[in-house]
């Protein structure tokens, strides 16, 4: 059974930094690029980052650049997203998803003094 469970959502303020960890299990993480999405209400997900199978590459969204990074740890099937000068334009839900169309449940993240 296929499961990618984040976890490191909360409230946060601004200029305040959050570790997001996606888990994986049920298939063979190391095969797939892994992503970080997010959603706010009334809005499409948009794609915050991206990392090849291996971590050789990595492509963020305009919008975090230089504030968030993308890690993966293929011998613990988990994918991270570190994020910095945090601001409340970051409010969302963030989810992972693996390159063969799996979804996380997602994991909600407040920015607010």
């Known amino acids: 059974q296929v499961q990618l469970v984040e976890s490191g959502g909360g409230l946060v303020q601004p200029g305040g930094s959050l570790r997001l960890s996606c888990a994986a299990s049920?298939?063979?993480?190391?095969?797939?690029?892994m992503s970080w999405y997010r959603q706010t209400p009334g809005k499409e997900r948009e794609l915050v980052a991206f990392?090849?199978?291996?971590?050789?590459?990595?492509n963020y969204a305009d919008s975090v650049k230089g504030r968030f990074t993308i890690s993966r740890d293929n011998a613990k099937n988990t994918v991270y997203l570190q994020m910095n000068s945090l601001v409340p334009e970051d409010t969302a839900v963030y989810y992972c998803?693996?390159?063969?169309?799996?979804w996380g449940q997602g994991t909600q993240v407040t920015v607010s003094s």
């Open positions: 049920g298939f063979t993480f190391r095969n797939y690029a």
């Open positions: 998803f693996a390159e063969f169309g799996g």
């Open positions: 990392i090849t199978r291996f971590g050789g590459s990595t």
